[in-house]
């Protein structure tokens, strides 16, 4: 008989390991809450301190980013303010000569006498253009569309080249002087489009060349399209202006005679009644010009600016920000004339810039930016610009740009960085000290734990471990006794129970002997019952097979299908099991022809003996000559009713016939929706609901049966279906569709009645895959030869 001492290892879960946990735990917490709330002070005190000192840098560092974008956004205002003050000057310059007609035609002819240049045009009969020689201050070019058979100008365009020489006088001392420009121009009303541009250059011959076809069409909807249309608009109903005044400016886009990405200002002329527009005053800055003032920006040691449409397109930038801001450049299509430059916050790689808010008149955001795969804080400051009228294919809108100031939060907060640094160092040394001393104090709790746990729970431990003999079926271990204490009498009760254990152990074994033999003749029971089961599943599945065979000997067959005169009728069927519980048949008596189809309640084997039911009873009626529709739907469902009765089979079913007469078609009966399709191609869905009621359910249907006549004419197709067609789904549970069903019989309309049913039911299973067929599928196709 084997005794277990109280001298056992220490295992993990063991009660003298609870005891550890407990007891030392609690000294434990002590130590940590009183050292937690030390650390948790000096902690509190360094983050005070940080967001003093931090916030007061913030602030002045967010206000220094303010006042440079609102300094940086004044010069870009100031020399947009430049250039519309130029393009007004020679506009006004313009708008007198048409307002005074004298005037006009007095310094007009002086231009000619003392200029002969500018107004002598030459005919290019390449590209059926006229335009005058080099010498001039300015290039005027007068598409073919705006000359005679003669190639001359007609009276009221050769006025407009005479009124537009004035160019020549006013726009040489505007290029020299105010804001630099590229070129400054006059193009004519729409009616008579003439092109005048400072200073002189190749101007058709590039058109001819970037922009063929450009000489097919009107100049302004070629190049500008609804940019004269919105000037028309504000000529009738001041109102219309999206900005108080005349300036209207484009998104920039590629020049085609210089080949510089450009930004144009208009000035609309009026007539002299201010009815209607008469053409336009322009000039031209490059982008560089603009990008010049806003890349020019430096914050900080790498801080760069932005400027950008409302759209989020950045139209300047440095080099560096771009690649900062994750921008894309690309060209984009604008119209029919002009090449714009797309380059958006919104496409940006950096997902923060890509939502950065552009609508705030003033205000700071703090961004993170992706860098060499570190995630960098950035400041954002935006300043809006003053609106103004904006033209980018199409009508007229309101664009007010935004100038962006973007500088790293490290070079702005370097001070705060160190300030931060020293607090935190001081703050690290003290929490190091304190967790020593934690450790400490925890390796001191921990050994007078350990000597203290062994002698406690010495006893408990013997008492486990015999139990685990117990657990192993050694009915002979026991206990040593080596206390008077709870624990000691806990090993003697222990020990009188393994005794008796030990006892009854033979007795147990034969038992279980006894009750092993009664399992092995109830599994012998049991493969007996398996085998009858297997032979009667044997004979259902022949029964089934035969009734399947029986099913399908029924149906129409193919000289049945092609007997009809006047009428191609083709048909498919195909069971969810092996008996299904569709309907179809087509029933002949003299030159009458009956069409049905039905759908009996679920499938498998009573489906199967319910379709057959109706088919037998169709058959005998037809051949007895009972022609009237209602008649024959009233004494089919009566025959039913009762055969469903007397076999209790609790099924029923919705059915639907055709009967033709060789002029019409009439329909009776309720099941799904009849598609029609006329040979004009016009599709009709005839709704079956109020045609009668479903087969089995009453014993007399004669209230709710009625009958719907319906034209059937040459090339007619009338396709009917059960709903294993139109709710059959595919792998992502979506069903086939009515609407999908009406979609192919208009596709296959004008092929034969065979290649109908053979092209739906291909689209069909191509959409069902490889998903199960959870019900019939029937269809059948009737088209008038």
């Not at 009660?15 to 009183?34: C, E, N, P, T, Y």
């Not at 956004?73 to 048409?98: E, F, K, P």
């Not at 336009?280 to 950008?308: C, H, M, P, R, Y």
Request: glycine share 8%; net charge negative; with cysteine.
């Amino acid at each position: 008989m084997a005794r277990i001492s109280s001298k056992r290892p220490m295992r993990l879960g063991s009660f003298r390991a609870k005891f550890i946990l407990v007891v030392g735990g609690a000294v434990l917490f002590d130590l940590v809450v009183s050292g937690g709330l030390a650390l948790w002070n000096v902690q509190r005190l360094s983050r005070d301190a940080t967001l003093e000192v931090g916030q007061g840098l913030e602030a002045a560092s967010q206000d220094y980013i303010r006042s440079y974008a609102n300094s940086t956004a004044d010069q870009v205002s100031l020399l947009l303010g430049q250039v519309h003050n130029d393009v007004g000057a020679l506009a006004g310059v313009l708008q007198a000569q048409i307002d005074d007609p004298d005037r006009n035609s007095n310094i007009g002819a002086a231009m000619a006498r003392t200029s002969p240049n500018s107004v002598a045009l030459s005919y290019d009969q390449k590209g059926r253009w006229s335009q005058n020689a080099p010498g001039s201050a300015s290039v005027v070019s007068v598409w073919g569309y705006l000359l005679g058979p003669d190639h001359q100008p007609n009276s009221q365009v050769q006025a407009d080249i005479q009124t537009s020489a004035v160019l020549d006088l006013v726009a040489p001392s505007l290029l020299q002087h105010g804001a630099s420009k590229l070129q400054m121009y006059y193009i004519g009303s729409k009616a008579r489009p003439i092109f005048r541009t400072a200073p002189y250059t190749d101007q058709a011959q590039t058109f001819d060349r970037l922009y063929p076809g450009h000489n097919d069409a009107n100049f302004w909807d070629f190049f500008f399209p609804g940019l004269y249309d919105s000037w028309q608009g504000w000529a009738k109903d001041t109102k219309d202006r999206p900005v108080n005044g005349d300036i209207t400016q484009t998104a920039p886009y590629t020049d085609a005679i210089t080949g510089k990405l450009i930004v144009s200002f208009f000035h609309p002329l009026w007539s002299a009644d201010r009815k209607d527009v008469a053409g336009a005053a322009g000039a031209d800055i490059t982008l560089d010009q603009l990008a010049q003032t806003v890349e020019n920006v430096k914050v900080a040691q790498t801080g760069f600016g932005f400027l950008s449409m409302s759209d989020g397109n950045v139209v300047a930038i440095n080099s560096t920000g771009e690649k900062i801001l994750g921008l894309r450049s690309a060209s984009d299509a604008v119209g029919s004339g002009v090449t714009g430059l797309e380059r958006s916050l919104r496409g940006s790689s950096q997902p923060e810039i890509a939502k950065l808010a552009l609508d705030r008149e003033e205000g700071i955001q703090h961004l993170l930016l992706q860098q060499d795969g570190n995630k960098i804080p950035y400041i954002v400051a935006v300043k809006k610009l003053p609106a103004t009228n904006l033209w980018s294919s199409g009508p007229i809108r309101q664009e007010a740009m935004s100038l962006g100031i973007v500088v790293p939060e490290r070079e702005i907060d370097a001070s705060l960085f160190a300030a931060q640094a020293e607090i935190s160092n001081a703050t690290n040394r003290i929490v190091v000290y304190q967790i020593l001393a934690i450790l400490m104090s925890l390796i001191i709790v921990t050994i007078a734990v350990l000597a203290a746990s062994k002698r406690i729970t010495a006893g408990i431990s013997a008492l486990a471990g015999a139990a685990k003999r117990i657990q192993a079926k050694d009915y002979s271990v026991r206990v040593a006794i080596a206390s008077r204490d709870e624990v000691g009498e806990a090993g003697e009760a222990f020990n009188r129970m393994a005794e008796q254990i030990s006892y009854h152990t033979e007795n147990l074994e034969q038992l279980v002997e006894e009750r092993t033999a009664q399992i092995e003749d109830a599994k012998q029971e049991i493969s007996t019952l398996n085998a009858q089961l297997q032979h009667e599943n044997r004979r259902l599945g022949t029964e089934l097979a035969v009734a399947e065979r029986i099913q399908l000997m029924v149906l129409p067959l193919p000289q049945e299908l092609e007997a009809a005169q006047n009428l191609e009728i083709a048909a498919y069927m195909r069971p969810a099991e092996e008996v299904g519980g569709d309907y179809y048949d087509v029933l002949e008596n003299g030159n009458r022809l009956k069409i049905g189809i039905g759908d009996v309640t679920g499938h498998g084997l009573e489906s199967g003996v319910l379709m057959l039911m109706v088919q037998s009873v169709a058959r005998a009626l037809q051949e007895a000559g009972n022609t009237d529709a209602l008649k024959f739907l009233k004494d089919l469902n009566s025959a039913l009713f009762k055969n469903i009765v007397r076999t209790k089979i609790d099924k029923h079913l919705t059915l639907a016939f055709l009967d033709y007469d060789g002029r019409e078609m009439i329909l009776s009966g309720q099941h799904e929706e009849v598609i029609l399709v006329r040979s004009n191609g016009d599709l009709e869905r005839i709704d079956t609901t109020d045609l009668g009621l479903p087969i089995g359910l009453e014993a007399d249907i004669s209230p709710f049966v009625r009958t719907l006549k319906i034209p059937f004419h040459k090339g007619d197709l009338i396709l009917l279906h059960t709903d294993g067609v139109t709710e059959a789904e595919n792998g992502a549970g979506e069903l086939f569709g009515i609407e999908r069903l009406c979609h192919e019989a208009l596709r296959l309309r004008n092929l034969s009645a065979n290649d109908v049913v053979s092209g739906i039911v291909e689209t069909l299973m191509t959409y069902i895959g490889s998903q199960k067929i959870h019900d019939d599928i029937t269809l059948l196709a009737v088209r008038h030869r």
